[in-house]
């Protein structure tokens, strides 16, 4: 059960766009389309953000997208705002029926 | 609408026992498989364990396989971490989460969060 590799921090400036990856394995985000962002600001319960790779619940903004191909999944913001500034977890189902999360990226707004 | 709060956090001695509960309302309790998550102070997510519609199918994770159990009462729409042989290690915010009527493939509510803490 190793966490799924996300990289530590990224950045940006309102308006640009920005990618966070998260990398694992054939046993977990290459294995099924269960891949789920989550944002969390500090203090504060996470949120889902995209669910199944590239689904967004209601009343998340359409700037949040998700995508994958092959053992790494990927969410892009696009026009960045103050208040995405937050730490984004990548989660997968596995075919060991777990779940496992991603390491965490501090997103930065610059 | 759908609310989840967590509560039995407390401070406990290494190898003393815990139990927490998350009271669950807004939503029929019994068609959603729920989830315990946890979050060691600075640091990220750690899926802790599952649980079924019914109470039949439960995960756990390594990390505390043999010393977490993970039940419910559906006609209290409650559920809840039995948690024995605490650990330093296990000190965490704890966190309930609902995942869907088949699985924990995506989490779409999340509770505040109850504090444990593991220390002599």
């Known amino acids: 059960q190793s966490a799924l590799t996300q990289p530590a921090s990224v950045s940006g400036s309102p308006g640009q766009s920005i990618t966070i990856s998260c990398t694992g394995t054939?046993?977990?985000?290459?294995?099924?389309?269960?891949v789920s962002w989550y944002q969390q600001h500090p203090g504060k319960a996470p949120k889902l953000m995209i669910y199944e790779v590239s689904n967004r619940p209601s009343g998340v903004p359409n700037r949040f997208s998700g995508s994958k191909s092959g053992n790494t999944a990927s969410l892009t913001i696009s026009g960045l705002q103050a208040e995405d500034e937050a730490d984004y977890y990548c989660?997968?189902?596995?075919?060991?029926?777990?779940?496992?999360f991603g390491g965490g990226t501090k997103l930065t707004v610059l | 609408q759908v609310q989840l709060v967590e509560s039995g956090g407390d401070l406990v001695k290494p190898g003393g026992s815990l139990r927490l509960s998350c009271a669950a309302s807004?939503?029929?309790?019994?068609?959603?498989?729920m989830t315990w998550i946890r979050q060691a102070p600075g640091k990220g997510l750690e899926w802790i364990s599952y649980?079924?519609?019914?109470?039949?199918?439960?995960y756990y994770a390594d990390s505390v396989k043999g010393r977490f159990t993970i039940s419910r009462d559906n006609a209290k729409n409650s559920l809840f971490l039995q948690m024995n042989s605490l650990r330093a290690e296990d000190a965490a915010v704890y966190y309930c989460?609902?995942?869907?009527?088949?699985?924990?493939?995506?989490?779409?509510?999340w509770g505040q969060g109850t504090l444990v803490t593991v220390s002599s």
């Open positions: 989460a609902r995942g869907n009527w088949n699985d924990v493939r995506l989490l779409d509510y």
């Open positions: 054939s046993s977990d985000v290459g294995a099924y389309y269960f």
């Open positions: 807004g939503f029929t309790f019994s068609d959603y498989y």
């Open positions: 649980i079924s519609t019914g109470g039949s199918t439960l």
């Open positions: 989660s997968s189902y596995t075919r060991s029926s777990t779940l496992v």
